[in-house]
C-alpha cells in the first residue's frame, strides 16, 4: 500500500501563486510514478502532471504546461506542485496519485485524499 496525503490548497486571486505538496509513505513508493489530477464541480477528474522519482520524465496536461512545475524531493518522499499565473478555471480539487505513466497521461493505483484550490476572479 501506498498512502499519499496532500497539503497546499487554498484561496488564491486571479494571477496568483500556490504550491500543493504530497508526502508519500510506504512500500515501494519508488516504483510508481507520482502526479497530480484535479477535478472541478461537475466535471470529470483529469490529469494535471506526472514526474517519475528519477525526475528524468515529466510531462504536463496542455491547458497548464508553462504555468505549473511538477517535482520532488527524494530525501522527504514528496512531490510539489508549483502553480503560477493561476486562473480561475484552475478551481478545483487537486488529487496526488502514484501509479504508472500512460501516453499523455497517467494510470493512478493510489489516491490522496484532495486539496480545494479556489482561484478568485
Known amino acids: 500500500q501506498v498512502q499519499l496525503v496532500e497539503s497546499g490548497g487554498g484561496l488564491v486571486q486571479a494571477g496568483g501563486s500556490l504550491r500543493l505538496s504530497c508526502a508519500a509513505s510506504g512500500r515501494t513508493t519508488s516504483d510508481y510514478d507520482m502526479g497530480w489530477f484535479r477535478q472541478a464541480p461537475g466535471k470529470e477528474r483529469e490529469f494535471v502532471a506526472r514526474?517519475?522519482?528519477?525526475?528524468?520524465?515529466?510531462y504536463y496536461t496542455d491547458s497548464v504546461n508553462g504555468r505549473f512545475t511538477i517535482s520532488r524531493d527524494i530525501a522527504k518522499n514528496t512531490v510539489y506542485l508549483q502553480m503560477n499565473s493561476l486562473k480561475p478555471e484552475d478551481t478545483a480539487v487537486y488529487y496526488c496519485a502514484a501509479g504508472d505513466p500512460v501516453v499523455r497521461g497517467m494510470s493512478p493505483y493510489y489516491w490522496g485524499q484532495g486539496t480545494q484550490v479556489t482561484v478568485s476572479s
Open positions: 514526474i517519475n522519482w528519477a525526475g528524468g520524465r515529466i
